[in-house]
C-alpha cells in the first residue's frame, strides 16, 4: 500500500529543551500533529548564555541545514522554526542553496519565526534574507506580520499555544491566597523586583507564593523564599505544574517589555484559570482576568498584589471562567491543527 503520509523535515536549535522556548514549541506542535504527518527532526543544543564569539563561529545549526539539504528528496516539506541561538551568518548560504535545491524538486519551505523586532541588526538581515527566499511565513502575531509583508506577501499569523497542558486535566477548586510564578528565572524575567514586591505585600506571612522553575537556584535562596511563605518547586513535572495553577487563585508574569501573543505561559496560567499579574501588550491589557501594571518597580509589583484583595467571591469565579475561556483558544492541539492545514495547503500549491 502507497505511504500516503506527509514528510516534514523541522529544524530547530534545542528541540524539546525547557529552557529554550522556540525548541519547547516545536515539540508541542510536532506532538500534536495528527497520524498523516511524518516529521524528522535536525536539531542541536545551543545555550543563550554563550558569549557572543561562540555564537558567531557556531555551526551546530549550520551543519543541520546541510544535512537536510542533503536529504531534501525525501520530504514535501522542511519547516524552519527561527531564530536559532547561535549568529553565525553562513546560514543565509545554506538556506539559499537549501532553497534552490528544493524547488527544483517542487518541495516547500515554510519559515516559522518566534522574533523580529526585538532581535540585533545582524539578524534581522538573517531574517529579512531568509523570508525573501521561502515560500510560506509563519509569524506570531499581525504587528509582526506588517513589519515583513515589504519582503514576502505570503506571511500568516500563527498562535503560540499553552506550554502545559493534559487533555485529561480536571478543574480544582482554588485557594484564593495562593500565587503562582511559572518559568525561568533569567534576564527575560523581573524576577527580584517581583520577590521584593511580594516580600512588601506578604509581611504577614497570611499569602502562599509557588515558584515552579526549571531554573536551579542555591539554597540560600531557597531559606530565603520559606521566610516570605515562598515555595520553591524546582523541575516539576507536567501534570504537577497544572496542578498546582489549578490550585492558585493569581499568577505573576513579570516578563520583560511585556506580555504578548509569543507568551505560552500567560496562555497556560489562563488555562489554569487564573487571574494574571504584569504588563500586557495592549492586545491583551484589557482583558478582564488581568491585572495589567505600569512598571515592573518594585512598588507596582506591591500594588498590583494588593489589588487582588480587591475582588469579591463572585468577581473571582466569573474571572477565573474567562480566563479558562480564553486560555482554551490555545491548547496544542488546536494550534498544531491550523498549522498542520497550512503545510498541507502550501504543499498542495507545490505540486500544481
Not at 44 to 52: Q, T
Request: hydrophobic share 40%.
Amino acid at each position: 500500500m502507497k505511504n500516503n503520509k506527509i514528510k516534514i523535515a523541522i529544524v530547530v536549535n534545542n528541540y524539546g529543551e525547557a529552557y529554550d522556548g522556540v525548541g519547547a514549541y516545536s515539540k508541542v506542535i510536532a506532538s500534536n500533529f495528527s497520524d498523516n504527518i511524518d516529521i524528522n527532526v535536525f536539531t542541536a543544543k545551543c545555550f543563550g548564555n554563550a558569549s557572543i564569539l561562540k555564537k558567531f563561529f557556531s555551526f551546530e545549526m549550520s551543519k543541520e541545514f546541510y544535512l537536510v539539504s542533503r536529504s531534501i528528496k525525501q520530504y514535501d516539506t522542511v519547516l524552519i522554526e527561527y531564530p536559532f541561538v547561535e549568529w553565525n551568518p553562513l546560514i543565509i548560504v545554506l538556506f539559499r542553496i537549501l532553497c534552490i535545491k528544493a524547488h527544483r524538486l517542487n518541495k516547500r519551505i515554510i519559515l516559522s519565526l518566534h522574533e523580529y523586532t526585538r532581535v540585533n541588526k545582524l539578524r534581522k538581515i538573517v531574517i529579512r534574507s531568509m523570508v525573501k527566499k521561502a515560500d510560506l511565513i509563519l509569524v506570531s502575531d499581525e504587528t509582526f506580520r506588517k513589519a515583513l509583508l515589504k519582503y514576502s506577501s505570503n506571511i500568516m499569523v500563527r498562535n503560540i499555544p499553552t506550554n502545559i497542558y493534559s487533555r485529561n486535566f480536571k478543574e480544582k477548586e482554588k485557594s484564593t491566597n495562593n500565587y503562582v510564578f511559572f518559568g525561568l528565572i533569567n534576564g527575560a524575567k523581573a524576577f527580584d523586583s517581583m520577590i521584593d514586591g511580594w516580600k512588601l505585600f506578604n509581611r504577614n506571612g497570611k499569602f502562599k507564593l509557588y515558584i515552579i522553575s526549571a531554573t536551579k537556584i542555591d539554597e540560600s535562596q531557597i531559606r530565603d523564599f520559606e521566610l516570605s511563605n515562598i515555595s520553591y518547586i524546582y523541575k516539576a513535572e507536567e501534570d504537577k505544574i497544572m496542578e498546582i495553577m489549578q490550585s492558585c487563585a493569581f499568577c505573576i508574569l513579570p516578563i520583560k517589555p511585556n506580555i504578548d501573543n509569543k507568551n505560552a505561559t500567560f496562555k497556560t496560567a489562563s488555562l489554569a484559570g487564573c487571574i494574571c499579574i504584569g504588563k500586557f501588550s495592549e492586545e491583551f491589557k484589557d482583558l478582564s482576568f488581568t491585572i495589567n501594571m505600569d512598571s515592573y518597580k518594585t512598588e507596582e509589583f506591591k500594588l498590583a498584589l494588593c489589588a487582588t484583595r480587591k475582588l469579591n467571591e463572585q468577581e473571582l469565579k466569573d474571572e477565573f471562567y474567562k480566563a479558562r475561556e480564553f486560555g482554551k483558544n490555545f491548547t496544542p492541539h488546536i494550534i498544531a491543527e491550523t498549522i498542520e492545514s497550512c503545510i498541507k495547503e502550501e504543499i498542495n500549491i507545490g505540486r500544481k
